[in-house]
């Protein structure tokens, strides 16, 4: 499921402090007391009003795959930043039971869904664009692949929050009924 929310229009900085921050999110996030829904995750990425500032921590991009950043975690939910060079994207994966939403910071996100059927295997569903300001997420079934399309010529910078957080995720390949393992990289090198 996916939804997709209009870019934000940009606001004078005297009024940034009364908007949602990164750092509102995260005292969000240390107060839950159960995993929380894919709407409430999506509310919070819809009001956030992320500056460059508290942003500058997590930013950091690598020539070979995107990177992630973990901003917070608990044993409810977890805020990623992703910095992703033209080019980068994720395998085509599920999120082996957690939902999350995902806000385009900065640049160009390209998500591309799929089906899966044990007979006939992996198939192609949909694909979509998102720009700056606009929010997009995936639900507990979901199969989709998120990327910087290499003819976008800029960078891209994403924020993510799952419940639970990832552990190791199922991935798949176009035409194919097989289901590997993945775990995503996070370490800083
Ligand atoms: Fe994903």
Known sequence: MSTYVETTASRPE????????????????????????????YNWLETAEI???ELQPYLGFKEGNYWRHRVYRNEFAEILVLCW????RTPIHDHNGSHGGVKVYRGMLWETTFIYDATAGLGYKSAREYAAGAVTGSDVPDIHQLGNPDVSGQDLITIHVYAPPLGVLHTYKPGSAKIDLYTPDDTDS
Not at 85 to 88: E, I, L, M, N, S
């Open 14 to 41: 005297e009024q940034r402090a009364d908007l949602f921050s990164l750092q509102s999110l995260v005292k969000a996030l240390e107060s839950l007391s159960s995993a929380p829904s894919l709407d409430q995750i």
């Open 51 to 53: 500056c460059a500032e």
């Open 85 to 88: 060079r033209p080019g980068q």
